[in-house]
């Protein structure tokens, strides 16, 4: 299978070393990032343009869980650059990404501490909007990495650092579409796609999963095949075109289960991997994915012949789907650079403490497969 590759606008330094925790950090040299127009400016700036040096500040940093490998990786991130500028961080996040109110009594808590600021990966784009407000109106600047908060108040998000979502879910699409294009063109009967989403609150899960779907449809369509979306509400509403499911050649069936586990995604999977029209499944970030093979214990279905099995693509990476997709069982997946945005995100803080001016700064996504795991532009990606 041809090796793809998307990078979402521009790229991000890589550190492969590993440290753990996150928490009081030393000082030392200067280091390079981001830099340009003002505060809340939406352009990419050049990540090797400026250097930035850290100070006496202390900066809240606040994740969506530590549920995963994921946030683990992200945590190592900000600590990393932490010690490296010498600077101060404290990193809180809730037990789980739909613990949201507990996220917001975090992100208040940091706000009363008075911080120099915030790095914020937000579960729900529209319940941290009132605690925006008060950060903003007490001059606490607050950078958003993972997700962005569209509707946040003009001015109380300087920067964001994040994926491409939507692109990277299209990444997705078009890596498995290809794999399944002869068994749709040949199919009698209409065929079932399903996709995981671990919610529909957050922008990072809501765009991943929209721009798989909007991808797929586009390629189906090109080729002369109708689809239709059924399944969850906030994805069938928000596709480019949900379509007639009576008369369509392909389903696209999306699932959301009621809280973020692993548990609770491998039941939603199940569901979809009993079907008998089910022939390829996506799941959007770590948990719907791991969520996907544990449903496969049971079922075995999956793997990576198109004419025996349903193929899976994922999101993320972590041990559990790496390991599967070495093995044969996912097709392969997308993933992001969660240890530099962590990286970036303290220092993005750390040019605003000093003055300096800031703009968003998208992060690279890669697919992977068995065929390209050990890149050198891949492997440093692939998080455990």
Request: aromatic share 14%.
């Given at each position: 299978?041809?090796?793809?590759v998307l990078a979402t606008l521009m790229s991000v330094s890589l550190v492969a070393a590993l440290?753990?925790?996150c928490g009081d950090s030393g000082s030392t040299p200067a280091s390079s990032s981001n830099d340009s127009s003002a505060n809340t400016a939406a352009s990419s700036g050049d990540a090797s343009s400026a250097s930035t040096t850290g100070g006496d500040y202390k900066f809240e940093i606040i994740v969506k869980?530590?549920?995963s490998s994921y946030?683990?990786?992200a945590v190592t991130g900000v600590n990393q650059k932490a010690e490296e500028l010498g600077v101060t961080v404290n990193c809180t996040g809730p037990n789980a990404e739909s613990d949201i109110a507990d996220q917001v009594n975090m992100l208040n808590n940091a706000i009363n501490s008075a911080p120099n600021g915030i790095g914020l990966a937000a579960?729900?784009?529209?319940?941290?909007l009132d605690a925006l407000q008060t950060a903003m109106d007490k001059g606490i600047p607050v950078v958003c990495f993972d997700s962005g908060i569209p509707s946040a108040p003009a001015g109380s998000v300087y920067a964001t650092i994040a994926t491409d979502n939507y692109a990277a879910g299209a990444t997705a699409a078009e890596n498995l579409y290809p794999a399944?294009?002869?068994k749709i063109a040949s199919a009698g009967a209409p065929v079932r796609i399903g996709e995981v989403n671990q919610e529909a609150t957050s922008e990072s899960i809501?765009?991943?999963g929209l721009g798989f779907i909007d991808k797929f449809i586009e390629l189906a369509t090109a080729d002369g095949k109708t689809v239709a979306v059924i399944g969850n509400e906030y994805y069938v509403n928000n596709c480019k075109d949900k379509g007639d499911e009576a008369s369509a050649d392909i389903i696209i069936e999306v699932a959301v289960p009621a809280q973020t586990t692993v548990e609770l995604c491998a039941t939603e999977a199940s569901a979809i991997l009993n079907k008998a029209d089910t022939i390829g499944m996506f799941g959007s970030n770590q948990v719907a994915a791991e969520g996907i093979l544990t449903a496969n214990e049971n079922l075995d279905v999956l793997g990576t012949d198109p004419a025996n099995s349903i193929l899976a693509a994922g999101f993320d990476a972590g041990s559990v789907i790496k390991g599967a997709i070495t093995s044969g069982k996912m097709f392969g997946a997308v993933t992001q650079s969660p240890l530099a945005m962590g990286q970036t995100t303290v220092e993005v803080l750390t040019k605003i403490a000093n003055g300096e001016s800031v703009s968003d700064v998208p992060t690279q996504?890669?697919?992977y497969d068995s065929t390209n795991m050990d890149d050198a532009s891949i492997a440093p990606n692939l998080y455990d």
């Open positions: 299978m041809k090796k793809r440290l753990v925790g869980s530590y549920q946030w683990q990786a579960c729900d784009q529209e319940a941290c399944l294009k002869d809501t765009s991943r996504g890669y697919w």
